[in-house]
Structures are given as C-alpha cells and as structure tokens.
C-alpha cells in the first residue's frame, strides 16, 4: 500500500505555478519522497527526491515541511506539457517502488 | 548517455506463446527493476535484480514469469504460455546501488495476448 495521500486530481493554467501536495505522515527518518511523473501511457518519469531539505532541478522544486510529513511539488512555470499524473513515493531508495494512483495534473491553456 | 532502453516496444503473442521482454538499463547502473501496469490501473512491483542475482521477486506471479539480468546482456523477462490477463504495459527502471539514488525508467513493452 502506498505510504502517502494525493489530491485525485488538480487543474492550473498554462504559465502559472503548479503546487502539488503530498501526505505522508508516516514517513520513517531515513526515507526520502520521490515525485515521478507519467505523461499518457508513456514510462515514468523521475522528477525529484529528496530527505528533509528542500530540493530544485531544472524542472521542479520540493519542499519538504520541518516535520517531513508533507511536501509539495512545484513546477514553476506549467506549460501544456506537464500534463500527467503525478506520484508522490516515500521509500529508502530507488528499489521496489510503490505507485499509489497520483494526481492527475490537467494544464489549461 | 542513452537512457533505459526496452524493446520491442510492442508485442503480440497468441495464448500459449512465450513472451520476451528485453531491458538495457543506463550507463553504470547495476540494479535493475521490472513492473507492470495492467490496462487502467497503478504501476505494479515485480522484480529487482543485480547481475546475476535476483534480489526481491516478491511481486512476481509464482507461475510462468521469471526474470534474470545476466553478467553480460540486457535483463529479460519471460512470460511463459501467456494468458489474455497478462496483456499489460511492463517497464524496466534502473539506477545505481544505495540508497540516495533515483529510478530511471524505459519507456515500456506492450503486450497484447490475443
């Protein structure tokens, strides 16, 4: 079963900041969150993880709470693209991932 | 540097038939993973090996399936007298060992059983 809650689904329009949030109350001290993506049918895609402090690349940020039961994904600037379902994963590492059924990200133009 | 690559990207077996379903995982990663997404739902755990080990097989079906990642060669995974059940996008992930370390997946094998 998977360890967190997401929103069943989110809408944001295109160019404004989309914040998908994350519950994992859960959470053990050395498992980190793991946002992945699938756009379609297509394989996932890894989008970020981090432990406790807040994380950015060059397509989101994650910011984790102080008590590491919650996060939220943001992608700053949503374009028609990131449209998907987003899953939000806590685990120790990269092996036996558990999917719960995301959010499903729908952007509007 | 090529990402996960799976092939063939589509397969069609009869009832009966073998299925093989092949995995190169990224430059420099020893772990691989396979799951399996059925028509409509979440994307399932089936097996993490290393070369020539399995590590954890507990999502595999105890009958037909089974997977290897030899010392040399991509991972397979067979499906052996494939039933219409088995019809399903599978996807290989791959990284590297420990435990800050992120999952890179292919972009899947669709098997249709007709």
């Known amino acids: 079963d998977a360890k967190t809650t997401q929103p069943t689904s989110m809408d944001c329009a295109e160019g404004r900041a989309a914040n998908l949030p994350c519950n994992h109350s859960?959470?053990?001290?050395?498992?980190?969150v793991y946002w992945y993506r699938q756009i379609h049918s297509q394989g996932p895609q890894y989008i970020i993880h981090?432990?406790?402090n807040n994380e950015t690349n060059e397509m989101a940020s994650l910011i984790i709470t102080e008590d590491r039961k919650s996060s939220t994904l943001i992608l700053p600037h949503a374009t028609l693209r990131d449209t998907a379902v987003y899953y939000c994963?806590?685990?120790?590492?990269?092996?036996?991932?558990?999917f719960g059924q995301g959010t499903r990200l729908t952007i509007n133009p | 540097n090529a990402g996960v690559m799976q092939n063939p990207r589509h397969l069609v077996r009869r009832r009966g038939q073998e299925a093989r379903l092949r995995c190169s995982p990224m430059?420099?990663?020893?772990?691989v993973y396979w799951y399996r997404q059925l028509p409509e739902e979440g994307l399932k755990f089936m097996v993490y090996?290393?070369?020539?080990?399995?590590?954890?097989e507990s999502g595999m079906p105890k009958e037909r399936f089974s997977a290897e990642f030899p010392k040399e060669g991509p991972s397979i995974l067979r499906i052996q007298q494939v039933v219409r059940g088995d019809s399903a996008a599978y996807f290989c992930?791959?990284?590297?060992?420990?435990?800050?370390?992120?999952?890179?997946f292919g972009q899947g094998t669709r098997l249709t059983v007709v």
């Open positions: 992930a791959s990284s590297r060992g420990g435990g800050n370390t992120e999952a890179f």
């Open positions: 859960t959470i053990s001290g050395n498992e980190y």
């Open positions: 981090g432990l406790k």
């Open positions: 994963i806590v685990n120790q590492g990269a092996q036996k991932l558990v």
């Open positions: 430059k420099g990663h020893s772990h």
């Open positions: 090996l290393q070369k020539e080990n399995i590590i954890d």
